[in-house]
């Protein structure tokens, strides 16, 4: 019986497809399981249907991005409107994407039974890895790859103060008519504490938040789709 969980997500409002490995991971669930009680009362089909919401909310705040330069292009106020609107949707997309983190962490850790208390449940906490390497070393060597861009995308959360430019910086820096292309911009690299951002040079290196986010959703991506791999590989253990 299928769960379809997926349609339980951000992804039943919007037009992009659900990804593929969801949409697997539920035809293993109609091989598994022949009731709804069954399948709702199994951690696999709980953990499938936190990930996958968490990976739409993802990509819902990359449309809003994409959609506030798209919506206000004849409006009177569309550069003020689309830069306010980016700084908003962007807070909002690194803590999709956090929650989609912690939620593969909190999946791996209940799969594999780690030691670890919640506050440690975290591809940021060392001792995350250090018991998935000692208790599963063969899952640990498939997510390893990916540890660069986990490094990176929680350094931009927990930089974000000081990766995020007030727009008053922005026009300190290119002048009140800044370019639409410099409103909508961050630092690439927190060259500046908040404290001293007003000292902001035209040195520093910026970057789109649609780039990254095209940088990162493959990532994304191979990370569910690994997860969704240990998830199906558990549904025959006793729930």
């Avoid at 109609?30 to 990930?51: G, I, K, N, W």
């Avoid at 990176?152 to 974000?160: P, Q, T, V």
């Avoid at 727009?167 to 001293?196: C, H």
Wanted: aromatic content about 12%; some cysteine.
């Amino acid at each position: 019986m299928k769960t379809r969980f997926y349609e339980r997500t951000a992804y039943q409002l919007s037009d992009q497809p659900v990804p593929g490995c969801f949409v697997w991971l539920d035809e293993q669930f109609d091989q598994r399981f022949a009731t709804y009680e069954e399948a709702f009362s199994h951690p696999c089909a709980v953990m499938a249907e936190s990930l996958c919401a968490r990976m739409a909310d993802v990509e819902m705040y990359a449309f809003l991005i994409e959609d506030a330069r798209k919506r206000h292009t004849v409006d009177p106020k569309a550069e003020e409107k689309a830069a306010l609107l980016t700084r908003s949707f962007w807070v909002g997309y690194l803590g999709a994407g956090r929650a989609l983190l912690d939620v593969g962490a909190a999946i791996l850790a209940g799969l594999y039974d780690l030691a670890l208390p919640v506050t440690a449940i975290s591809f940021g906490h060392g001792d995350f890895w250090r018991q998935l390497v000692s208790v599963a070393p063969n899952v640990h060597r498939r997510y390893h790859p990916l540890r660069l861009f986990l490094t990176e995308f929680l350094r931009w959360c927990n930089e974000s103060a000081h990766r995020i430019p007030p727009i008053l910086v922005v026009e300190a820096q290119f002048g009140r008519y800044a370019p639409r292309d410099d409103r909508l911009r961050f630092f690439d690299e927190p060259n500046f504490t908040l404290a001293e951002m007003h000292r902001a040079t035209v040195h520093a290196r910026w970057v789109d938040p649609l780039a990254l986010h095209i940088r990162w959703k493959p990532q994304f991506l191979s990370l569910c789709e690994k997860l969704t791999v240990d998830l199906s590989k558990a549904l025959e253990r006793p729930a």
